[in-house]
C-alpha cells in the first residue's frame, strides 16, 4: 500500500470546506468500522456485567463485575482445555512446517515426471471435504484407541497439509531458479539448497503458513468436536466454550463472554505482533502467482 | 502484479500453467529419483492414509449397512442408502435446501459485501491502514467466539434489538426465528469478510490511477469507470471469492452447529439439530448427526459422497461458465 500516489492536492480550501470534504470521506467508513466493532463491543461489555444483568439487553454495565473471568475456572476446566488447544495448534504447526516444507520445494523447484500432476493432486486434497474422509478416520482412530486424545489432531498434521504445501510451492517460485542453480553447479545436495538457500530466504512466508496453521488448529471445531468432544481429558477451548453452555451454566452469557474472550486474546496479540504477515500472507494467497 | 493474478486463477482452476519467466530450464536434467521419494515421502503416506483410503473406504461404507459401534454384521446393500436419501428423507431435502440457500444468498452477498467494504477503504486517503485493520479484525475472531458473541448481540431480548427499538425499527427474533435464522448467519459472514476485503482492496489500488485519470479526461461517470475500469481489474478476485466461498458453503458447518446448538439449550439434545424449526439444519450438520449422533455411517457415508460429488460438479459448472467473464490482463491467456 505504499507509494500509492494521492489525488489530494495543496489544502489550500478554507477550513469549513476542508472539514465537510474530511466528513465526506470519513462518515461512511466511520460507519461501517462501528458495525464492525459493535458485536466486539457487546461481547467485552458483557463480560463485566452480573449474571443478573446479562442477556437483558442492558449496554452498559451496573455495576460492573470483574469475577467473571475468574469464575471462568471454576464453571469449566478452562487451564486444562487451554493446554489442551495450546498442544493442538503448537504441535500440529511444527508437524506442518517439518512435512510441508520439503515437498512444496520438490513441487517447486526439483525436476521429475509427473510434477504437474502431482500438484494437481494437492489442489484435489486441498479442496476435498473433511466430511468426506471424517468417517472412516473415526472408524480407523477408534480401533486403535485414539479416539478421546488430541493424537488424531496433531499426528496426521506431520504427513504434509495440502494447504499449505500450496502456499509455499508459490512462496518458492518467487526465489530466482539461478540462485538455486548456482548452489547445485557448487555441488550442494537438494537437502542443502533447501536448508541454506531456500529456507532463508522464503523466511516471512514460512511464518506466514505457520501462522496460517496455527489459527488454524486453534479455530477448529469439527476435528476436535469428533475427536475429543466426550473426552475424559478435556476438549479444545473452541469446543469447550460450546459445551459451557449446555452444562448447567445456562444463560451465563456474561461467563461465556469472558472465556470467549479468553480464548480470543492471543489471537488478537498474534494479529497486532504480525499484522504485516496475516494481511500481506491473505492478499498472497488470492493474487501472487 | 496483475499477470501474477492471471497466473494464480489459472492454477486454482487446473488449467494448464506456463512455466513463470526467468524460470526456463537451462539444464533439463531430472533429479535423481530417490531424492524426489525423499523429499515427497511423508505426503505420500499422508496422502493415502488420510485421503486416498478414506475416499475409497466412504465409497465402500456407502454401500453397506454398516453402523460404527454396532456387532451387526455388515452388509452389502447396494445402493440402499441413496434410495433412502431421495425418497424416504425428508431431512436430507431440508438440509439440501438450506445448504443451497447459503451458496446462493450468502456467498455473492458476501463477495459484494467485502467489495464494498474494500471500494470504501480505497477511498479515503489518511488513515487508511487503520480502517483496514478494524474492517479485518473480525475475520481474526475464532468462528466459535463469533458465533457466541452473535448469540448474545442478536439475542431476542438483547443489545441489537433495543438498539433498533430506540429507532422504532422492528425487532426481530434472529436466531430463535426460522424466517431469520439464515438471514442472521449471512450477517455473521459478512462480518467476518475481511479476507476478501483485504484481497478486493490491494487489487483496486493496483489499478494504475492514470487510467482514472484518462476516463475523467473522456468524461465518464462513476459508474462508467466502475465498469470499464475497476471491475475488470479484479474479476479475478470476485471470481476466486465466489468459487472458494462456494466450496466452504456447502461445507458449512460449525457456525450453524454452535448457533443451533446454543438455542436449543433447554431441549438438551443433539436430535434437535437445525433448531430453529429445522431452518439451520445444514448438509454437513445433517451428515454429523447421522454419521456421529446416530453412528448410521454408511447411511452418512453415501451423504459425504454426494456432497464430494455435488462439490465436484459445481466447481467444474463454475470455472466453466465463469471463463467469459473474468477478464486477465497482460493477454497470459
Same mark, same amino acid.
Given at each position: 500500500?505504499?507509494?500509492?500516489?494521492?489525488?489530494?492536492?495543496?489544502?489550500?480550501?478554507?477550513?469549513?470546506?476542508?472539514?465537510?470534504?474530511?466528513?465526506?470521506?470519513?462518515?461512511?467508513?466511520?460507519?461501517?468500522?462501528?458495525?464492525?466493532?459493535?458485536?466486539?463491543?457487546?461481547?467485552?461489555?458483557?463480560?463485566?456485567?452480573?449474571?443478573?444483568?446479562?442477556?437483558?439487553?442492558?449496554?452498559?454495565?451496573?455495576?460492573?463485575?470483574?469475577?467473571?473471568?475468574?469464575?471462568? &475456572?471454576?464453571?469449566?476446566?478452562?487451564?486444562? $482445555?487451554?493446554? /489442551?488447544?495450546? +498442544? %493442538?495448534? !503448537?504441535? @500440529?504447526?511444527? *508437524?506442518?512446517?517439518?512435512?510441508?516444507?520439503?515437498?512444496?520445494?520438490?513441487?517447486?523447484r526439483l525436476r521429475w515426471r509427473?510434477r504437474?500432476?502431482?500438484?494437481?493432486?494437492?489442489?484435489?486434497?486441498?479442496?476435498?471435504?473433511?466430511?468426506?474422509?471424517?468417517?472412516?478416520?473415526?472408524?480407523?482412530?477408534?480401533?486403535?484407541?485414539?479416539?478421546?486424545?488430541?493424537?488424531?489432531?496433531?499426528?496426521?498434521?506431520?504427513?504434509?497439509?495440502?494447504?499449505?504445501?500450496?502456499?509455499?510451492?508459490?512462496?518458492?517460485?518467487?526465489?530466482?531458479g539461478?540462485?538455486t542453480e548456482?548452489?547445485r553447479v557448487?555441488g550442494?545436495?537438494e537437502?542443502?539448497?533447501?536448508?541454506?538457500?531456500?529456507?532463508?530466504?522464503?523466511?516471512?512466508?514460512?511464518?506466514?503458513?505457520?501462522? &496460517?496453521?496455527?489459527?488454524?488448529?486453534?479455530? $477448529?471445531?469439527? /476435528?476436535?468436536? +469428533? %475427536?475429543? !468432544?466426550? @473426552?475424559?481429558? *478435556?476438549?479444545?477451548?473452541?469446543?469447550?466454550?460450546?459445551?459451557?453452555?449446555?452444562?448447567?451454566?445456562?444463560?451465563?452469557?456474561?461467563?461465556?463472554?469472558?472465556?470467549?474472550?479468553?480464548?480470543?486474546?492471543?489471537?488478537?496479540?498474534?494479529?497486532?505482533?504480525?499484522?504485516?504477515?496475516?494481511?500481506?500472507?491473505?492478499?498472497?494467497?488470492?493474487?501472487?502467482? | 502484479?496483475?499477470?501474477?493474478?492471471?497466473?494464480?486463477?489459472?492454477?486454482?482452476?487446473?488449467?494448464?500453467?506456463?512455466?513463470?519467466?526467468?524460470?526456463r530450464r537451462r539444464h533439463p536434467s531430472k533429479t535423481r529419483w530417490?531424492v524426489v521419494?525423499?523429499?515427497?515421502?511423508?505426503?505420500?503416506?499422508?496422502?493415502?492414509?488420510?485421503?486416498?483410503?478414506?475416499?475409497?473406504?466412504?465409497?465402500?461404507?456407502?454401500?453397506?449397512?454398516?453402523?460404527?459401534?454396532?456387532?451387526?454384521?455388515?452388509?452389502?446393500?447396494?445402493?440402499?442408502?441413496?434410495?433412502?436419501?431421495?425418497?424416504?428423507?425428508?431431512?436430507?431435502?431440508?438440509?439440501?435446501?438450506?445448504?443451497?440457500?447459503?451458496?446462493?444468498?450468502?456467498?455473492?452477498?458476501?463477495?459484494?459485501?467485502?467489495?464494498?467494504?474494500?471500494?470504501?477503504?480505497?477511498?479515503?486517503?489518511?488513515?487508511?491502514?487503520?480502517?483496514?485493520?478494524?474492517?479485518?479484525?473480525?475475520?481474526?475472531?475464532?468462528?466459535?467466539?463469533?458465533?457466541?458473541?452473535?448469540?448474545?448481540?442478536?439475542?431476542?431480548?438483547?443489545?441489537?434489538?433495543?438498539?433498533?427499538?430506540?429507532?422504532?425499527?422492528?425487532?426481530?427474533?434472529?436466531?430463535?426465528?426460522?424466517?431469520?435464522?439464515?438471514?442472521?448467519?449471512?450477517?455473521?459472514?459478512?462480518?467476518?469478510?475481511?479476507?476478501?476485503?483485504?484481497?478486493?482492496?490491494?487489487?483496486?489500488?493496483?489499478?494504475?490511477?492514470?487510467?482514472?485519470?484518462?476516463?475523467?479526461?473522456?468524461?465518464?461517470?462513476?459508474?462508467?469507470?466502475?465498469?470499464?475500469?475497476?471491475?475488470?481489474?479484479?474479476?479475478?478476485?470476485?471470481?476466486?471469492?465466489?468459487?472458494?466461498?462456494?466450496?466452504?458453503?456447502?461445507?458449512?458447518?460449525?457456525?450453524?452447529?454452535?448457533?443451533?446448538?446454543?438455542?436449543?439449550?433447554?431441549?438438551?439434545?443433539?436430535?434437535?439439530?437445525?433448531?430453529?424449526?429445522?431452518?439451520?439444519?445444514?448438509?454437513?450438520?445433517?451428515?454429523?448427526?447421522?454419521?456421529?449422533?446416530?453412528?448410521?455411517?454408511?447411511?452418512?457415508?453415501?451423504?459425504?459422497?454426494?456432497?464430494?460429488?455435488?462439490?465436484?460438479?459445481?466447481?467444474?459448472?463454475?470455472?466453466?461458465?465463469?471463463?467469459?467473464?473474468?477478464?486477465?490482463?497482460?493477454?497470459?491467456?
Amino acid at each position: 500500500m505504499t507509494g500509492r500516489r494521492h489525488a489530494l492536492g495543496r489544502n489550500r480550501s478554507p477550513l469549513g470546506r476542508r472539514l465537510l470534504y474530511g466528513l465526506a470521506e470519513h462518515a461512511p467508513a466511520v460507519a461501517v468500522a462501528l458495525c464492525f466493532l459493535l458485536p466486539l463491543m457487546i461481547s467485552v461489555l458483557t463480560a463485566f456485567m452480573t449474571q443478573h444483568q446479562a442477556g437483558t439487553g442492558s449496554l452498559w454495565p451496573s455495576p460492573w463485575d470483574f469475577g467473571n473471568f475468574r469464575r471462568v &475456572f471454576t464453571a469449566m476446566p478452562f487451564g486444562r $482445555d487451554l493446554l /489442551n488447544t495450546v +498442544l %493442538y495448534a !503448537g504441535l @500440529s504447526t511444527i *508437524g506442518t512446517i517439518v512435512s510441508s516444507v520439503p515437498v512444496a520445494y520438490a513441487l517447486a523447484r526439483l525436476r521429475w515426471r509427473g510434477r504437474e500432476a502431482f500438484f494437481l493432486v494437492v489442489l484435489a486434497a486441498m479442496m476435498l471435504p473433511a466430511q468426506v474422509t471424517s468417517l472412516p478416520l473415526y472408524v480407523f482412530y477408534s480401533h486403535i484407541g485414539w479416539v478421546g486424545t488430541l493424537k488424531p489432531l496433531i499426528v496426521p498434521s506431520f504427513f504434509g497439509d495440502a494447504f499449505s504445501i500450496f502456499l509455499l510451492r508459490q512462496f518458492f517460485r518467487t526465489i530466482p531458479g539461478e540462485l538455486t542453480e548456482a548452489a547445485r553447479v557448487d555441488g550442494a545436495g537438494e537437502l542443502r539448497i533447501l536448508l541454506r538457500v531456500m529456507i532463508p530466504m522464503t523466511k516471512p512466508a514460512i511464518a506466514a503458513v505457520g501462522l &496460517f496453521s496455527f489459527l488454524y488448529a486453534w479455530n $477448529d471445531f469439527y /476435528n476436535p468436536l +469428533l %475427536y475429543t !468432544g466426550n @473426552s475424559q481429558g *478435556g476438549q479444545t477451548l473452541a469446543v469447550a466454550l460450546t459445551q459451557l453452555a449446555k452444562s448447567g451454566h445456562q444463560n451465563a452469557y456474561q461467563l461465556q463472554m469472558a472465556a470467549s474472550l479468553m480464548f480470543l486474546l492471543p489471537v488478537l496479540v498474534l494479529f497486532f505482533l504480525a499484522q504485516k504477515v496475516f494481511v500481506e500472507g491473505i492478499a498472497l494467497t488470492g493474487i501472487k502467482g | 502484479m496483475t499477470t501474477t493474478v492471471a497466473r494464480s486463477a489459472g492454477t486454482v482452476s487446473g488449467a494448464p500453467r506456463r512455466p513463470a519467466r526467468g524460470e526456463r530450464r537451462r539444464h533439463p536434467s531430472k533429479t535423481r529419483w530417490w531424492v524426489v521419494l525423499a523429499f515427497l515421502s511423508p505426503f505420500v503416506i499422508g496422502l493415502a492414509t488420510f485421503v486416498l483410503y478414506p475416499v475409497a473406504a466412504t465409497l465402500y461404507y456407502s454401500l453397506t449397512n454398516f453402523q460404527a459401534g454396532s456387532y451387526r454384521p455388515v452388509r452389502f446393500v447396494g445402493l440402499n442408502n441413496y434410495r433412502t436419501l431421495f425418497t424416504q428423507s425428508d431431512n436430507f431435502w431440508i438440509a439440501v435446501r438450506n445448504t443451497v440457500w447459503m451458496v446462493v444468498i450468502m456467498v455473492p452477498l458476501r463477495t459484494a459485501w467485502a467489495m464494498l467494504t474494500a471500494w470504501l477503504i480505497t477511498r479515503v486517503k489518511r488513515g487508511r491502514n487503520v480502517y483496514r485493520t478494524v474492517f479485518f479484525l473480525p475475520h481474526m475472531v475464532p468462528p466459535v467466539a463469533a458465533a457466541l458473541s452473535f448469540i448474545v448481540l442478536l439475542n431476542p431480548v438483547g443489545p441489537l434489538n433495543k438498539l433498533l427499538g430506540l429507532f422504532g425499527i422492528g425487532e426481530p427474533g434472529w436466531f430463535s426465528d426460522p424466517a431469520w435464522s439464515k438471514p442472521s448467519l449471512v450477517l455473521m459472514a459478512l462480518w467476518a469478510a475481511g479476507n476478501t476485503m483485504v484481497i478486493f482492496s490491494a487489487a483496486m489500488l493496483d489499478v494504475p490511477r492514470e487510467l482514472y485519470e484518462a476516463a475523467d479526461l473522456d468524461g465518464a461517470g462513476p459508474f462508467r469507470k466502475f465498469r470499464s475500469i475497476t471491475l475488470p481489474a479484479i474479476s479475478p478476485v470476485i471470481y476466486f471469492s465466489l468459487l472458494t466461498g462456494m466450496i466452504y458453503a456447502f461445507q458449512y458447518f460449525t457456525e450453524a452447529f454452535v448457533v443451533s446448538g446454543s438455542a436449543n439449550v433447554e431441549a438438551s439434545s443433539n436430535e434437535l439439530i437445525g433448531y430453529p424449526a429445522r431452518s439451520l439444519l445444514f448438509y454437513s450438520t445433517e451428515l454429523y448427526q447421522q454419521g456421529f449422533s446416530y453412528f448410521k455411517t454408511g447411511y452418512a457415508s453415501a451423504m459425504a459422497w454426494l456432497l464430494f460429488l455435488a462439490i465436484f460438479a459445481a466447481t467444474v459448472v463454475f470455472i466453466r461458465a465463469s471463463r467469459r467473464f473474468v477478464h486477465y490482463s497482460g493477454g497470459d491467456r
